[in-house]
T-cell receptor
Framework: AQKVTQAQTEISVVEKEDVTLDCVYETRDTTYYLFWYKQPPSGELVFLIRRNSFDEQNEISGRYSWNFQKSTSSFNFTITASQVVDSAVYFCALSEGGNAGNMLTFGGGTRLMVKP | DGGITQSPKYLFRKEGQNVTLSCEQN?????MYWYRQDPGQGLRLIYY???????QKGDIAEGYSVSREKKESFPLTVTSAQKNPTAFYLC??????????????FGEGSWLTVV
């Protein structure tokens, strides 16, 4: 069975601080996909990144970066120089390779509060 | 504008009533999904549909029903059998070729409250 754990339920930082959101996953599949979504107060889930299990290369997009480590089953998300607009709930999710229907298993989410 | 449109944004239901949440997408996606989110929690899958006239139960389908008569529409009915329907409901869609890993895109959600 697949499982995603986001141990940090809430994080509070001051603007311009760096912050890392942790994500640990469990799966028996060798082929799987990992995702991060952002949920601002408006409620819509905004897609941030998708990573497949065969690509362990870290990715950077502006102030965002992702560290994928299969050895520790982790897919952590770092925001550099955080801004107030980064305040949201962030979800990590997993889709297994043989999973018909692209069904995502979500972690419980991490609420990030960035204070000015 | 391209995307996924959910309506209404806020809905109040009386005990014993059925209510239907609308979801329309113009992304030409084959697959559509309904997720439920309870306060402070992650999302759980209610139903999904890979193609028109076909749909499958997710993890928490009891008390819900869906239909997929058109590719762009996937309405969700919350029936009176759903004992705790107050939640945030999110509709989503993705290109589906029968394999996983396709990115799922979400609508803005609908808040349902039982009064």
């Amino acid at each position: 069975a697949q499982k995603v754990t986001q141990a940090q339920t809430e994080i509070s930082v001051v603007e311009k601080e760096d912050v890392t959101l942790d994500c640990v996953y469990e799966t028996r599949d060798t082929t799987y996909y990992l995702f991060w979504y952002k949920q601002p107060p408006s409620g819509e889930l905004v897609f941030l990144i998708r990573r497949n299990s065969f690509d362990e290369q870290n990715e950077i997009s502006g102030r965002y970066s992702w560290n994928f480590q299969k050895s520790t089953s982790s897919f952590n998300f770092t925001i550099t120089a955080s801004q107030v607009v980064d305040s949201a709930v962030y979800f990590c999710a997993l889709s297994e390779g043989g999973n018909a229907g692209n069904m995502l298993t979500f972690g419980g989410g991490t609420r990030l509060m960035v204070k000015p | 504008d391209g995307g996924i449109t959910q309506s209404p944004k806020y809905l109040f239901r009386k005990e014993g009533q059925n209510v239907t949440l609308s979801c329309e997408q113009n992304l030409n996606h084959d697959a559509m999904y309904w997720y439920r989110q309870d306060p402070g929690q992650g999302l759980r899958l209610i139903y999904y549909s890979q193609i028109v006239n076909d749909f499958q139960k997710g993890d928490i389908a009891e008390g819900y029903s869906v239909s997929r008569e058109k590719k762009e529409s996937f309405p969700l009915t919350v029936t009176s059998a759903q004992k705790n329907p107050t939640a945030f409901y999110l509709c989503a869609s993705s290109i589906s070729t029968g394999s996983s890993g396709n990115t799922i895109y979400f609508g803005e959600g609908s808040w349902l409250t039982v009064v």
